[in-house]
């Protein structure tokens, strides 16, 4: 199983599309096999982001997140975003992307 979904990945990644794990932490074991699945991003649930504007804690786990997904080489978007105030924290903690209310063009 891991073979075919490598295969598929890197036949999309010829095609000039990336593969991405949406709702980092759905599946615990799947961190360790990102790189050799040829994952390029991550997507963090907004269950991992909520409150990012206001509280320190949530602050915390995001920026230990994308220390240790950005440290793998991987991008990261949040998605969820429901307020101004938790998308410019997570912008300034150095998130790739965000989707979500909050995140959207005016």
Known sequence: ?????RDAVAQWSACGTTVGLVQLGA???A???LHELGIR???LDPGHVEGAGQDEQVR???SGLLTLLK???LR???EGVKSADDLAALR???VDGASGPAAQVR
């Open 1 to 5: 199983q891991r073979a075919l979904l």
């Open 27 to 29: 599946a615990d074991d």
């Open 31 to 33: 961190l360790a096999r």
């Open 41 to 43: 991003h991550v997507r």
């Open 60 to 62: 915390r786990v995001v």
């Open 71 to 73: 440290g793998m080489g």
């Open 76 to 78: 990261v978007y949040v």
């Open 92 to 94: 300034a903690l150095g």
